[in-house]
């Protein structure tokens, strides 16, 4: 079974350059994250789907960074303008939930590494 | 708010001594908690889970007890390999978020 696959693997920008990132969830997976990973930091939510809707995008900031899932599968993460601070790892993740409140356990793509220069 | 400490890398290891990484989390609730294990190169992985108090988690040699008196979650190995080394993350969830802990770098020598 294929995982959360993403691309680009790594990506270098200039800053006030748009960027985007892809992720293509494991197959039948209702529930889709990105995460922002900074340099020695553990992983920090910025948005989860249910199927196409967003759930919880709270930590999105929205004046920069906008996100989409068309048809429940694939996802695109966009921020534009980037700046500097942005440079990081964007990981994306995907769960199967069946609404019962267990936890389903969230498969984690590799990762895009973003540098912004 | 949801929030995990965990120890501080980078930790360094010869073959076969044991690891332990410390972990504890402050939670309005009563999360479940996880180890996830980031590989060089590769995706995080979870390595083991425990969802209650006093609940064990174990897999490939780790061990880890849910301690809700000392809301703790130590992580250990009692005989570690270089296919070991790896960044680990304590992480806590309650309502399908994820909390992560700043991560632990571990290098195991030969």
């Known amino acids: 079974e294929a995982g959360v696959v993403q691309s680009p693997r790594y990506k270098i920008i200039e800053k006030k350059q748009p960027v985007a990132f892809w992720c293509n969830p494991i197959?039948?997976?209702?529930?889709l994250y990105w995460y922002l990973q900074n340099l020695g930091q553990g992983p920090e939510l910025l948005i989860r789907?249910?199927?196409?809707?967003?759930?919880?995008d709270s930590q999105l900031p929205k004046d920069r960074f906008s996100a989409e899932r068309l048809k429940g599968v694939d996802s695109t993460l966009k921020i534009q303008p980037a700046e500097l601070g942005d440079s990081a790892v964007y990981l994306c993740?995907?769960?199967?939930?069946?609404?019962?409140?267990?936890?389903?356990?969230?498969?984690f793509g590799p990762g895009t590494r973003l540098t912004v220069t | 708010g949801n929030s995990v400490t965990q120890m501080e890398g980078p930790v360094t290891l010869s073959e076969e001594a044991f690891l332990t990484i410390n972990c504890t989390y402050t939670?309005?609730?009563?999360?479940?908690l996880f180890w996830y294990v980031q590989y060089p190169g590769e995706g995080l992985q979870l390595l083991l889970k425990?969802?209650?108090?006093?609940d064990k988690g174990s897999n490939k040699g780790f061990e880890a007890t849910y301690r809700k008196e000392t809301t703790s979650f130590h992580l250990e190995k009692g005989s570690v390999q270089v296919s070991d080394s790896a960044v680990y993350f304590c992480a806590l969830t309650l309502d399908y978020k994820l909390s992560f802990g700043a991560g632990t770098t571990v290098t195991v020598r030969a």
């Open positions: 789907y249910e199927n196409e809707e967003a759930v919880d």
């Open positions: 939670a309005t609730g009563y999360p479940s």
């Open positions: 993740a995907s769960s199967l939930v069946s609404g019962t409140g267990d936890y389903n356990e969230q498969y």
């Open positions: 197959s039948g997976h209702n529930t």
């Open positions: 425990a969802t209650k108090a006093d």
